[in-house]
Each structure stands twice: as structure tokens, then as C-alpha cells.
């Protein structure tokens, strides 16, 4: 397996040389043609209306089109196998959601590291927030507390096995001492449905989804797993608060390139998507959901990758979560 | 609730919300026609444009776009038997066999005037009664989406046209299709042969289009006399007297039916249409005509299809939960405008709650407006030969495809199915209970399991809970219904040897 | 409707149902292989394998009895193969997706057209060459004009150039 993807990384090698001249070249205009940034999930989530949002502040920094293409399905494996082999000439860009991170761990016969691309720059993202169903009779934590240390277990909905929510979910059932059962939905609004109608005890969904539900009569918002409060959850105490300070789940997004990407060409494009994050108009857009801003570029994104990486290999083993291939 | 509707409609009737109204529209209907390509990735790509326009302006346009592309997915059903979405698979059963009949123009009609009507209700019910009904919506839980679908598994084989054992048969087929990718309760890949394009599974449009499109243009290359009849008559382009009498109680039926299934977020769009063709095959006097051209199989599910477009809002509106993927996108685009779509919406923003309501049904008119006067310039398309006509759909084909996921995954894998598609044909088995099977399939299996989680490994919830209980009380009524004349054809056949 | 009053209970075989019969059989046959990695699990507590092991059975049955079936409802042969217009259908629709990455939209449009009209003899050279520029237009209208979607019209290798 090793050696095959090493002959891989060679003929990669190999590769890139052969194209440097024309690398050379293009590094001196780039960028002289649209960008694409390749979206590893189908259109509507969270890292297609963050990128579709900054490509406009990007077009107009760049000075050339910034195009976004969905590549969905295969738990984002597709997106990422296709912008992995991407030429590193600062035309291809991927978004990477902390899921196609988490499926690095997960999966093993990927035909792609986290050593196939270049990390850019990470742009931050949205905390979790825990929501119980009222109608299965959980309106406190302490009722939750009590199902999840009842004989039978909880029940906590999640968009499937590998997701945030679900290793999230099991940490802190975890830590919680208790026992739980993932159910799994296909995606997070059929989960919400689910505890909606008192059919799942529990659910990790985003902090912008959790404000959402704040005023339904169905479901209770009960933690935030951020740091500090939320503003647009400001009564809802934090993990940490409750006693869990270990929870620290959150979703987040960031920009790499296939490996290899000239030096100066990632900067550009990093000091780009840095300052659309920063533009008022993002913050006064994404904020109020509970976007909490966490730009970090180059070195500092990729040691925070690995330093994910590592986090959820130890919840994966721990908690003996397993597919087959 | 006159008063808040009047308020709806002077928010949506300002020129400004009218033109957005139409220009959704006009969008929708145009990409509802081109075979995959759908109203999800249209919307995606005008979501950035709408964040400069007014929120209730940008939701008017946006919807309008979903209930378009509805619209038009039964235009291509109908003229070439090319079903691009789930809901219009049943459209292609009578809706083409009327085409091939030379009644394209009347089937077209039905469709755009039953949707009408059909979107004029649902969207008085939403107005009226959204809240109750969203209660109801929550009530139904794993066990009772299970029921349902199962009931709509066995009557669906209602829907053979020859052997009925061969029509189960390709249900199962379907069933089996259905399984490969991920399994939604463990996370495990299922058949994938190693292909990650197949983790979510087998793409719906890959099979109905080879399965439909690629195998009725080698059909009819074969036969060139099939082809010549598309061509020779094309027929009045109105409704008759008599089709109209026949078509106004299926279009009833189907708008209470897809009114009521709308409100089901886990699948009551797709099984909508379903159910109301087969309603409409039971309880219509014609429906011995069915399988060749009966306007009541058209009326029905388009009129159904149609209601349920509008009362999947429901959830949304209600509760901020979607009821399918558009619906979701539409949500994130109203909250960058910084508003919440959930419980408290209707009092903290009326005018987007009326407003929106009283463009559905702006946009519903608009359809009509747009839709009547084209179904000449699309019946003209018939008149075009074959030569010309098969590689375009081809081409079309080929790009929507190809454009679900820029996968040239996806284009093999219509290959490979309009193969099947054709295999198929040459056994004489019908493909579009496999359609059924593999839509229904993959959800059966969801609610089952999903039930048998939540309920701790007890099966009894199925009849302990009263609509699922009710729900398989009809479906065993149904299978013997089936079954025992089949049973006492066979005993009169051996008592005659 | 199509029925032969006279064959009923004479005993032909369907060769249709019997092809279709095996087909299942066989589909179900590789279903089971394949799901032998699967954990079955129990009713109460179903695992990835317990739903296909129910299909797969069904579908087997289903063949079985359509076999069955076929013995006696007969007779209907197997029908002669289109091939040369399936081949080339398939193969224009296999060389879009061959080529759409590699040429760009214009030429793998037109690649198809060309193809696809070798399926039908009334065609002439002409009238193929207009067809294919007509819809190389229309495709750059609709696709690239209309919705913008992400491919290159033109070779991307002449674009990067």
C-alpha cells in the first residue's frame, strides 16, 4: 500500500517537473484564466454558500472569475480524488469541509492524503449545538442526563456514521458516563424532523441550525459547544459551562491545492480569501448565524489539520467505529 | 385570513415581485425540460444573485424556479418519454402513449390546467391551515413512512401492464438496484464494486434515462414505423369536450391526494404522483384505457404532483425543517437575509410568510401564462423527424447526465442501463415498476430499520401505532385483492386440464 | 388483448419469461456473492446484509417463478437484436463521456451527433454536417450562454495554452 502510493507521489514528481517550465510560466500572470474552487457536496450546504459568497469579494481581488463546481457523492471522496489530481498551477481549488478530513481517518483505501494537497488558508466555521426533543419529554439537560444513564440508553439522531454529530454525539455521551444509540438519518433536517417528533431523543446539529429551532415548541436547544455563548444563541449555556469542556466540536472550512502549488500564488490566493473574510459585508452576513471566524494560512492551517487529523483517529479507536472499506 | 391574504398579494403583486415571479419561472419551466439538469444546482448557482434583492423578492424568484422546473419535467416526459425527475416517471405512462396517440397538444393542456387548479387549492390550504398541519406532518414517524411505503410498494404493481408476476419481478429488480451505495444505518458501502461514485448509491438519472431515453431511441430506430406515427399526427392542441369532462374528477382527486402526501417531508412528493395514478387506475370508469393513453393517468398525477410542490412548504414555513433539497437551499438563502425560517416566522414577518404564499399561487398563474401559448412551439417539436430529433435527445441526454455531478461516471452508467433498458424491452418486461422499486426501495429500507432502532428491536410498533396499523391493514387488503383472482384463475386452468 | 386463443394450455414455452427468469436468478446469484461481506445481523437488530439477503431472495423466487410460468405460457420467442443501431447509440453516448474532459463540449457534442446519425441510413452528409453545427450551437446557447455550466466549450487544452 506504501510503496504503491510512493510510486504515486514519484510519477507525481515526475510529473510536476515536466510541467514546471509551464508552471513557471503561468506563476508570472497567474492568475490568467478563471479559478475554479471545487466543492466536494452538492449545492445548498454550508462550504457551497460560504464559497459561493467569497467568490464574489475573490473575483473582484484576483481580477479574474472565480468559478465554483460541485463535485458531490462518495461522502466527499469524489470532490477531493478529483481535485487531488488537479494540476497545482493555482487554477484548482478545493474546499475541504471538516467531513472529507474526518473521511481520511475513516476510510483506507482512499486514493488520497492529506499529503496531496497544500493546505492555504482554514476560514473557520459554525459550532455545534445540542438540541433534545421535548416531545420525547427531555426540556432540561437533567432529563437528558437521566436517558442517557437509563438502562436502555438515548437515542441521538445524526446524518450518519462519521458525520461531526456523530463523533461528537459519542464523546459526549462518553464523557457523560451513560449510553447511547445513533440513529441515522440522511441527512441533518430528517434528523431534526425525527427529534421534532419525539422519535430521537438527541441531535448535534450547527449553531446555525440550532437557532432555527430556539423558539419551537418541540425541541429544546440546551448547549453550544463553542467556547463562549453564541450571539445568536446568547441564552443557551456552553458545553463547558455544563461541565464538558472536552466537547469541542464545531464544523469548519478551508481552501488547499493539490500539492505542489507555487509559493507565491498560495499567498496571493490566501491573502484574497482573507480579506473577503473580513469584509463587513461577510461578517454582517454570516455572523449573526454564529460564524465564528478562525482564519489561519499555510503552516499554521496544516498543523491545525493534523492536529484534527489526530483527534478524531483517537475518538475513531476509542469508540471501535468502523466501516469496511 | 382574507385580510392576511390581501396583504400577501400586495406584497407579491408590486411589478418589481411580479417580474422576479416570472422570471423564476420562465428559468424553472426551461432547466425542468432539459433532461437532468435540475432546479437544485440552478438555484445554487442564482443564490449569490438574490443576496443584492429584497428577501421576500429573492424567495419569490426561487420558488418560482422549484415549481417551474416541475412543470417542465412533464413536458419532456410527455413529448419524448424522457422522465427527469422521480415525479415524472408516472407522467411518461399515459402522458407519451397519448403524445404517440397525437394528443400531445391535450395532455400538455391537462397538465398545465390541472396543475393550476391543483396549485390554486394547495395553496389555499397552506394558507389556511399550515400550522394544524404541520402537527400532523410530525406525527408520522419511522414506523408509519414505512407502512406508507410499503402500501405504495404493492399497489404499485397495480401498474403492470402485461404479466403481473413480470411486473413484480422488475419491482424487485428495482428493489435490488436500490441497495447499492451506503447504508444509511451503519455507514456501510453496499455493492459499490469498489467505485466511490457509487457510495450514494446508483443515480436516479442515470437509470431513467437509459432505462427510458437511450432504449426508446434504439426501439424506435428499429421500428421506423413507430417513429412515423409521432410525426403524422400531431392533433388539435386543446383539450376536447369529452376529455375535458373526463380529465376535471382525476384532477379533484389528484389535488387531494398530493395535497395531503405534500405535507410528508421523508418522500410524499415522490410517492404522490404514485398514488394518485393508481387511485386513479381503480376508481376511474375508464380504466381499462390505462397503459394506452388515458387522459385521467395524466390529470391525476400532475394535479397531484402539482399540490404537493406547494404543500411541501408546510414544513418549511412551520418548522424551518425542508422537505427536500431545494427546499434547504432556499432556507440557507433566507437566512443570509438574516431571517429564520421556524415557528416564529409567521408573526415576525408576515409580509414574507402572505407574500410568499400569495406568489405561489402568482406563480402558478404564471405557468399557465407561460406554458399554454408554448405547448404549440413544443408539439411542433414532434413534427420534426426522427433523424433529427434522436441525436439531439441524445445530446441533451449526454450533457444532463453528465452535469448531475460533472461525473463521466454517471454517463457510463447510462450506458450500461440503457443496455438493460433494451434487454428489457426485448423480454417484454415493463421498466417502469423498476423506477418504482428502485425510488421506494432504498427508503423502505431506512423507515424499517430506522423503526426497529428507535423502538429497541420491537416489531409490534407497527401495529401498535394506529395509522401504520391502518396503513398495513390496506396494504394486505391490496395484496389479497391481487392475489385471490390470480389464485382462482389458476385453480379454473388446472380444473380445465 | 394480444392473446392467441388457440395456445393457451398447449404446453410452448415462453422463451421471453424464461430469458427473464434467468436474468434474475443470475442477478440475484451475484447479489448474494457480493453480500457475503455484509453482516446479516437479526430481525431485531437488522445489520448492512439483512435487506439484501430478503431482496435477493424475493428476486430469486420471483425468477424461479417466472421460469415456472414461461413453461407453459407460451409460445414467444426471443426477438432478433438491433445491434448495429445499439451499438452505435450506446457508443456515441459512451464517447461523450470519454471525451467531454479531454476535447471540450463543441467536439464531443458533435462527436455524438456524428455518430449517433451512422444509426440511421436516411441520413446524408449534409444533412449531418448541418445537424451537427445546429446542435453545437444550441448546446453553446443553452449550456454555456444560458446556465453557465462548468465545462470548457472549446478543447481545455487550447484554453490553458
Same mark, same amino acid.
Given at each position: 500500500?506504501?510503496?504503491?502510493?510512493?510510486?504515486?507521489?514519484?510519477?507525481?514528481?515526475?510529473?510536476?517537473?515536466?510541467?514546471?517550465?509551464?508552471?513557471?510560466?503561468?506563476?508570472?500572470?497567474?492568475?490568467?484564466?478563471?479559478?475554479?474552487?471545487?466543492?466536494?457536496?452538492?449545492?445548498?450546504?454550508?462550504?457551497?454558500?460560504?464559497?459561493?459568497?467569497?467568490?464574489?469579494?475573490?473575483?473582484?481581488?484576483?481580477?479574474?472569475?472565480?468559478?465554483?463546481?460541485?463535485?458531490?457523492?462518495?461522502?466527499?471522496?469524489?470532490?477531493?480524488?478529483?481535485?487531488?489530481?488537479?494540476?497545482?498551477?493555482?487554477?484548482?481549488?478545493?474546499?475541504?469541509?471538516?467531513?472529507?478530513?474526518?473521511?481520511?481517518?475513516?476510510?483506507?483505501?482512499?486514493?488520497?492524503?492529506?499529503?496531496?494537497?497544500?493546505?492555504?488558508?482554514?476560514?473557520?466555521?459554525?459550532?455545534?449545538?445540542?438540541?433534545?426533543?421535548?416531545?420525547?419529554?427531555?426540556?432540561?439537560?437533567?432529563?437528558?442526563?437521566?436517558?442517557?444513564?437509563?438502562?436502555?440508553?438515548?437515542?441521538?439522531?445524526?446524518?450518519?456514521?462519521?458525520?461531526?454529530?456523530?463523533?461528537?454525539?459519542?464523546?459526549?455521551?462518553?464523557?457523560?458516563?451513560?449510553?447511547?444509540?445513533?440513529?441515522?438519518?440522511?441527512?441533518?433536517?430528517?434528523?431534526?424532523?425525527?427529534?421534532?417528533?419525539?422519535?430521537?431523543?438527541?441531535?448535534?446539529?450547527?449553531?446555525?441550525?440550532?437557532?432555527?429551532?430556539?423558539?419551537?415548541?418541540?425541541?429544546?436547544?440546551?448547549?453550544?459547544?463553542?467556547?463562549?455563548?453564541?450571539?445568536?444563541?446568547?441564552?443557551?449555556?456552553?458545553?463547558?459551562?455544563?461541565?464538558?469542556?472536552?466537547?469541542?466540536?464545531?464544523?469548519?472550512?478551508?481552501?488547499?491545492?493539490?500539492?505542489?502549488?507555487?509559493?507565491?500564488?498560495?499567498?496571493?490566493?490566501?491573502?484574497?480569501?482573507?480579506?473577503?473574510?473580513?469584509?463587513?459585508?461577510?461578517?454582517?452576513?454570516?455572523?449573526?448565524?454564529?460564524?465564528?471566524?478562525?482564519?489561519?494560512?499555510?503552516?499554521?492551517?496544516?498543523?491545525?489539520?493534523?492536529?484534527?487529523?489526530?483527534?478524531?483517529?483517537?475518538?475513531?479507536?476509542?469508540?471501535?467505529?468502523?466501516?469496511?472499506? | 385570513?382574507?385580510?392576511?391574504?390581501?396583504?400577501?398579494?400586495?406584497?407579491?403583486?408590486?411589478?418589481?415581485?411580479?417580474?422576479?415571479?416570472?422570471?423564476?419561472?420562465?428559468?424553472?419551466?426551461?432547466?425542468?425540460?432539459?433532461?437532468?439538469?435540475?432546479?437544485?444546482?440552478?438555484?445554487?448557482?442564482?443564490?449569490?444573485?438574490?443576496?443584492?434583492?429584497?428577501?421576500?423578492?429573492?424567495?419569490?424568484?426561487?420558488?418560482?424556479?422549484?415549481?417551474?422546473?416541475?412543470?417542465?419535467?412533464?413536458?419532456?416526459?410527455?413529448?419524448?418519454?424522457?422522465?427527469?425527475?422521480?415525479?415524472?416517471?408516472?407522467?411518461?405512462?399515459?402522458?407519451?402513449?397519448?403524445?404517440?396517440?397525437?394528443?400531445?397538444?391535450?395532455?400538455?393542456?391537462?397538465?398545465?390546467?390541472?396543475?393550476?387548479?391543483?396549485?390554486?387549492?394547495?395553496?389555499?390550504?397552506?394558507?389556511?391551515?399550515?400550522?394544524?398541519?404541520?402537527?400532523?406532518?410530525?406525527?408520522?414517524?419511522?414506523?408509519?413512512?414505512?407502512?406508507?411505503?410499503?402500501?405504495?410498494?404493492?399497489?404499485?404493481?397495480?401498474?403492470?401492464?402485461?404479466?403481473?408476476?413480470?411486473?413484480?419481478?422488475?419491482?424487485?429488480?428495482?428493489?435490488?438496484?436500490?441497495?447499492?451505495?451506503?447504508?444509511?444505518?451503519?455507514?456501510?458501502?453496499?455493492?459499490?464494486?469498489?467505485?466511490?461514485?457509487?457510495?450514494?448509491?446508483?443515480?436516479?438519472?442515470?437509470?431513467?434515462?437509459?432505462?427510458?431515453?437511450?432504449?426508446?431511441?434504439?426501439?424506435?430506430?428499429?421500428?421506423?414505423?413507430?417513429?412515423?406515427?409521432?410525426?403524422?399526427?400531431?392533433?388539435?392542441?386543446?383539450?376536447?369536450?369529452?376529455?375535458?369532462?373526463?380529465?376535471?374528477?382525476?384532477?379533484?382527486?389528484?389535488?387531494?391526494?398530493?395535497?395531503?402526501?405534500?405535507?410528508?417531508?421523508?418522500?410524499?412528493?415522490?410517492?404522490?404522483?404514485?398514488?394518485?395514478?393508481?387511485?386513479?387506475?381503480?376508481?376511474?370508469?375508464?380504466?381499462?384505457?390505462?397503459?394506452?393513453?388515458?387522459?385521467?393517468?395524466?390529470?391525476?398525477?400532475?394535479?397531484?404532483?402539482?399540490?404537493?410542490?406547494?404543500?411541501?412548504?408546510?414544513?418549511?414555513?412551520?418548522?424551518?425543517?425542508?422537505?427536500?433539497?431545494?427546499?434547504?437551499?432556499?432556507?440557507?438563502?433566507?437566512?443570509?437575509?438574516?431571517?429564520?425560517?421556524?415557528?416564529?416566522?409567521?408573526?415576525?414577518?408576515?409580509?414574507?410568510?402572505?407574500?410568499?404564499?400569495?406568489?405561489?399561487?402568482?406563480?402558478?398563474?404564471?405557468?399557465?401564462?407561460?406554458?399554454?401559448?408554448?405547448?404549440?412551439?413544443?408539439?411542433?417539436?414532434?413534427?420534426?423527424?426522427?433523424?433529427?430529433?434522436?441525436?439531439?435527445?441524445?445530446?441533451?441526454?449526454?450533457?444532463?447526465?453528465?452535469?448531475?455531478?460533472?461525473?463521466?461516471?454517471?454517463?457510463?452508467?447510462?450506458?450500461?442501463?440503457?443496455?438493460?433498458?433494451?434487454?428489457?424491452?426485448?423480454?417484454?418486461?415493463?421498466?417502469?415498476?423498476?423506477?418504482?422499486?428502485?425510488?421506494?426501495?432504498?427508503?423502505?429500507?431506512?423507515?424499517?430499520?430506522?423503526?426497529?432502532?428507535?423502538?429497541?428491536?420491537?416489531?409490534?410498533?407497527?401495529?401498535?401505532?394506529?395509522?401504520?396499523?391502518?396503513?398495513?391493514?390496506?396494504?394486505?387488503?391490496?395484496?389479497?385483492?391481487?392475489?385471490?383472482?390470480?389464485?382462482?384463475?389458476?385453480?379454473?386452468?388446472?380444473?380445465?386440464? | 388483448?394480444?392473446?392467441?386463443?388457440?395456445?393457451?394450455?398447449?404446453?410452448?414455452?415462453?422463451?421471453?419469461?424464461?430469458?427473464?427468469?434467468?436474468?434474475?436468478?443470475?442477478?440475484?446469484?451475484?447479489?448474494?456473492?457480493?453480500?457475503?461481506?455484509?453482516?446479516?445481523?437479526?430481525?431485531?437488530?437488522?445489520?448492512?446484509?439483512?435487506?439484501?439477503?430478503?431482496?435477493?431472495?424475493?428476486?430469486?423466487?420471483?425468477?424461479?417463478?417466472?421460469?415456472?410460468?414461461?413453461?407453459?405460457?407460451?409460445?414467444?420467442?426471443?426477438?432478433?437484436? @438491433?445491434?448495429?443501431? &445499439? =451499438?452505435? #447509440? $450506446? +457508443?456515441?453516448?459512451?464517447?461523450?463521456?470519454? !471525451?467531454?474532459?479531454? %476535447?471540450?463540449?463543441?467536439?464531443?457534442?458533435?462527436?455524438?451527433?456524428?455518430?449517433?446519425?451512422?444509426?440511421?441510413?436516411?441520413?446524408?452528409?449534409?444533412?449531418?454536417?448541418?445537424?451537427?453545427?445546429?446542435?453545437? @450551437?444550441?448546446?453553446? &446557447? =443553452?449550456? #454555456? $450562454? +444560458?446556465?453557465?455550466?462548468?465545462?470548457?466549450? !472549446?478543447?481545455?487544452? %487550447?484554453?490553458?495554452?
Amino acid at each position: 500500500m506504501i510503496s504503491r502510493r510512493n510510486v504515486l507521489i514519484g510519477a507525481g514528481t515526475v510529473g510536476s517537473m515536466a510541467l514546471m517550465s509551464s508552471v513557471a510560466k503561468a506563476q508570472a500572470e497567474w492568475p490568467a484564466r478563471p479559478i475554479t474552487i471545487t466543492i466536494a457536496n452538492a449545492p445548498g450546504g454550508d462550504d457551497d454558500t460560504l464559497s459561493r459568497f467569497l467568490a464574489e469579494t475573490l473575483t473582484s481581488e484576483l481580477g479574474q472569475a472565480v468559478v465554483i463546481e460541485n463535485r458531490g457523492g462518495g461522502s466527499t471522496t469524489i470532490g477531493v480524488t478529483a481535485a487531488s489530481s488537479a494540476k497545482p498551477d493555482g487554477y484548482s481549488i478545493l474546499c475541504l469541509p471538516t467531513s472529507g478530513l474526518v473521511q481520511t481517518v475513516l476510510r483506507d483505501r482512499l486514493p488520497y492524503t492529506l499529503d496531496s494537497f497544500t493546505p492555504i488558508v482554514g476560514i473557520g466555521g459554525y459550532p455545534l449545538a445540542l438540541i433534545a426533543s421535548k416531545k420525547a419529554g427531555i426540556n432540561t439537560i437533567d432529563d437528558l442526563m437521566a436517558a442517557i444513564h437509563s438502562p436502555e440508553g438515548v437515542t441521538y439522531a445524526t446524518a450518519g456514521v462519521g458525520t461531526i454529530a456523530h463523533l461528537t454525539g459519542t464523546t459526549f455521551i462518553r464523557e457523560a458516563k451513560g449510553k447511547g444509540i445513533n440513529v441515522s438519518y440522511k441527512n441533518n433536517p430528517d434528523g431534526i424532523q425525527g427529534v421534532a417528533g419525539g422519535f430521537t431523543q438527541m441531535m448535534f446539529v450547527s449553531a446555525r441550525e440550532g437557532a432555527i429551532l430556539k423558539n419551537d415548541e418541540n425541541v429544546t436547544v440546551l448547549a453550544v459547544t463553542s467556547p463562549a455563548r453564541t450571539s445568536n444563541l446568547p441564552d443557551v449555556p456552553t458545553t463547558a459551562e455544563l461541565g464538558y469542556p472536552q466537547i469541542d466540536g464545531r464544523v469548519w472550512y478551508g481552501y488547499l491545492a493539490p500539492a505542489g502549488i507555487p509559493a507565491d500564488v498560495a499567498s496571493r490566493f490566501s491573502a484574497a480569501v482573507v480579506k473577503g473574510v473580513q469584509t463587513p459585508k461577510f461578517q454582517e452576513r454570516f455572523g449573526p448565524l454564529s460564524f465564528q471566524t478562525d482564519l489561519k494560512t499555510g503552516d499554521d492551517f496544516k498543523a491545525f489539520l493534523v492536529s484534527e487529523q489526530n483527534r478524531f483517529r483517537k475518538i475513531i479507536t476509542e469508540n471501535d467505529i468502523k466501516l469496511n472499506k | 385570513m382574507i385580510d392576511n391574504l390581501a396583504l400577501g398579494l400586495s406584497v407579491a403583486m408590486t411589478f418589481h415581485n411580479l417580474g422576479f415571479a416570472f422570471m423564476g419561472c420562465l428559468i424553472g419551466t426551461a432547466i425542468g425540460v432539459l433532461p437532468g439538469i435540475g432546479p437544485l444546482a440552478t438555484i445554487a448557482l442564482l443564490l449569490p444573485l438574490t443576496f443584492t434583492l429584497d428577501p421576500v423578492t429573492a424567495v419569490i424568484m426561487l420558488s418560482g424556479i422549484y415549481y417551474g422546473a416541475q412543470y417542465g419535467g412533464s413536458t419532456s416526459a410527455i413529448l419524448l418519454n424522457l422522465p427527469g425527475e422521480v415525479t415524472a416517471v408516472v407522467t411518461t405512462l399515459e402522458g407519451h402513449k397519448m403524445a404517440l396517440k397525437g394528443r400531445a397538444g391535450a395532455a400538455l393542456a391537462v397538465s398545465a390546467l390541472g396543475s393550476f387548479f391543483a396549485g390554486t387549492v394547495a395553496t389555499l390550504v397552506v394558507a389556511a391551515s399550515g400550522p394544524v398541519l404541520t402537527s400532523f406532518a410530525l406525527s408520522f414517524g419511522p414506523a408509519e413512512y414505512f407502512s406508507l411505503i410499503l402500501l405504495g410498494l404493492i399497489i404499485a404493481t397495480v401498474l403492470a401492464q402485461g404479466s403481473i408476476l413480470k411486473s413484480i419481478a422488475m419491482l424487485a429488480l428495482g428493489l435490488a438496484l436500490g441497495l447499492v451505495g451506503t447504508d444509511i444505518q451503519s455507514g456501510e458501502v453496499r455493492f459499490s464494486l469498489g467505485f466511490f461514485e457509487l457510495f450514494e448509491g446508483i443515480d436516479f438519472v442515470a437509470v431513467a434515462m437509459g432505462i427510458f431515453g437511450i432504449a426508446e431511441i434504439v426501439r424506435n430506430l428499429e421500428n421506423p414505423e413507430n417513429r412515423n406515427v409521432t410525426i403524422s399526427k400531431v392533433g388539435s392542441l386543446m383539450l376536447t369536450k369529452e376529455e375535458f369532462r373526463r380529465a376535471a374528477p382525476s384532477v379533484l382527486r389528484g389535488t387531494v391526494v398530493g395535497s395531503v402526501l405534500g405535507i410528508l417531508p421523508g418522500g410524499g412528493l415522490a410517492l404522490s404522483t404514485f398514488a394518485s395514478y393508481i387511485l386513479e387506475r381503480r376508481v376511474s370508469k375508464y380504466g381499462h384505457e390505462f397503459g394506452t393513453g388515458a387522459i385521467e393517468g395524466v390529470a391525476g398525477p400532475e394535479s397531484a404532483n402539482n399540490a404537493a410542490s406547494q404543500t411541501s412548504f408546510i414544513p418549511m414555513l412551520t418548522l424551518g425543517i425542508p422537505a427536500n433539497a431545494v427546499m434547504a437551499l432556499i432556507i440557507g438563502g433566507l437566512m443570509i437575509h438574516g431571517i429564520q425560517p421556524g415557528p416564529g416566522v409567521i408573526q415576525a414577518q408576515p409580509e414574507l410568510f402572505w407574500g410568499l404564499i400569495a406568489s405561489m399561487w402568482i406563480g402558478n398563474l404564471m405557468l399557465l401564462v407561460i406554458n399554454l401559448p408554448l405547448i404549440g412551439v413544443w408539439v411542433s417539436l414532434l413534427r420534426l423527424p426522427y433523424r433529427y430529433l434522436y441525436p439531439t435527445i441524445l445530446v441533451f441526454c449526454a450533457i444532463g447526465v453528465y452535469s448531475v455531478n460533472y461525473s463521466t461516471f454517471n454517463v457510463f452508467e447510462t450506458v450500461l442501463f440503457g443496455l438493460v433498458g433494451y434487454l428489457l424491452f426485448k423480454l417484454r418486461c415493463e421498466p417502469a415498476p423498476l423506477l418504482i422499486g428502485f425510488v421506494l426501495g432504498p427508503m423502505l429500507e431506512e423507515y424499517l430499520r430506522r423503526t426497529m432502532v428507535v423502538s429497541r428491536g420491537d416489531p409490534m410498533v407497527f401495529i401498535e401505532r394506529p395509522v401504520s396499523a391502518v396503513l398495513l391493514a390496506i396494504a394486505a387488503l391490496a395484496l389479497l385483492t391481487m392475489l385471490l383472482p390470480a389464485i382462482r384463475r389458476k385453480k379454473d386452468e388446472a380444473l380445465e386440464e | 388483448m394480444q392473446q392467441d386463443p388457440v395456445e393457451t394450455s398447449s404446453g410452448r414455452m415462453n422463451a421471453k419469461d424464461i430469458a427473464t427468469g434467468v436474468f434474475l436468478i443470475a442477478i440475484a446469484a451475484f447479489g448474494f456473492f457480493l453480500n457475503l461481506e455484509n453482516q446479516q445481523g437479526t430481525a431485531a437488530q437488522m445489520g448492512p446484509g439483512y435487506m439484501p439477503m430478503l431482496i435477493f431472495s424475493l428476486l430469486a423466487i420471483l425468477g424461479v417463478a417466472v421460469i415456472v410460468g414461461g413453461l407453459r405460457n407460451g409460445p414467444d420467442p426471443l426477438e432478433r437484436w @438491433a445491434l448495429k443501431e &445499439l =451499438v452505435l #447509440i $450506446l +457508443g456515441a453516448m459512451a464517447a461523450f463521456g470519454v !471525451l467531454i474532459e479531454r %476535447l471540450g463540449l463543441a467536439l464531443s457534442v458533435a462527436t455524438v451527433v456524428i455518430i449517433s446519425t451512422l444509426a440511421d441510413r436516411s441520413h446524408s452528409l449534409r444533412s449531418v454536417a448541418g445537424l451537427t453545427i445546429a446542435l453545437v @450551437a444550441i448546446c453553446w &446557447l =443553452v449550456f #454555456i $450562454l +444560458g446556465l453557465n455550466l462548468n465545462v470548457s466549450f !472549446l478543447p481545455p487544452a %487550447l484554453t490553458e495554452l
